[in-house]
């Protein structure tokens, strides 16, 4: 990255390491000299990430069993608390090696034919890591939709595949995307922000990870609509304390 990003939300301290792409080369799975690591790949229990025509999307998920949850309106209540269903291998990639701890990234949205079907989102990964049957880390998303069934969440990854928590979840058409949309997602110490079109829309602490990589992520079972969302850029900064 030639130029630091700019705005609000440009973070102070040492910078570490930076990086930026467009996404030109077309590579199945995603790896611009190897500096990509992917879900399936090399975690294994995850999906890949594609480039294609300038923009990065999942790699089609084979699907076992569907996601399905409360708050989706896909899972219907019963007398103990009803738990999410899914198999969750969503596409992951994550960039290789050493990062500082303070993160910030920057992502212009690629939507075209949204649709209520299905919950096609755009994520970012901040202090995540991948390994063999292991992938942790935050994630802070928000679905390719403008309507009130639109959402953003931050969620955590706890080691296995399916293991997720949810930290913060909005629903609305103002916490979805469109393409052409800027996404941010920034952590500093503790404190983890998702912003759109430079809008603070999420916004919340948490002590688990210390430390990790950057990287995008998408959701899974979203059939052959997996092309039609994506990123067609991606920056990040890190820093130091």
């Not at 990234?105 to 890591?129: C, D, G, H, M, W």
């Amino acid at each position: 990255m030639d130029e630091p990003i700019d705005g609000p939300r440009r973070l102070k301290g040492v910078l570490v390491r930076s990086y930026s792409t467009r996404f030109l080369v077309a590579e199945d799975p995603i790896s611009e000299g190897g500096i990509w690591l992917n879900g399936k790949k090399d975690a294994l229990d995850w999906t890949d990430v594609v480039t294609k025509n300038g923009i990065a999307y999942g790699a089609a998920a084979q699907v076992a069993v569907p996601e399905r949850r409360l708050e989706q309106g896909n899972l219907s209540p019963t007398s103990d608390v009803a738990a999410p269903e899914g198999d969750y291998s969503d596409p992951a990639a994550l960039l290789a090696g050493v990062w500082g701890k303070n993160q910030h990234v920057r992502a212009k949205v690629f939507s075209r034919n949204q649709t209520e079907e299905y919950f096609q989102e755009v994520e970012i990964r901040l202090r995540s890591t991948l390994a063999p049957h292991i992938g942790t880390g935050y994630e802070v998303f928000w679905r390719c939709l403008k309507t009130e069934n639109a959402y953003a969440e931050v969620v955590t990854w706890n080691g296995k595949v399916k293991d997720w928590t949810s930290l913060q979840r909005h629903v609305g058409s103002e916490f979805g995307v469109k393409d052409g949309d800027v996404v941010e997602a920034t952590i500093v110490g503790n404190v983890i922000k998702g912003y759109i079109n430079g809008v603070e829309v999420l916004s919340v602490t948490d002590n688990k990870f210390d430390t990790g990589s950057p990287g995008i992520g998408f959701n899974f079972g979203v059939g052959d609509t997996n092309v039609d969302h994506g990123f067609s850029s991606f920056e990040v900064e890190t820093y130091s304390d």
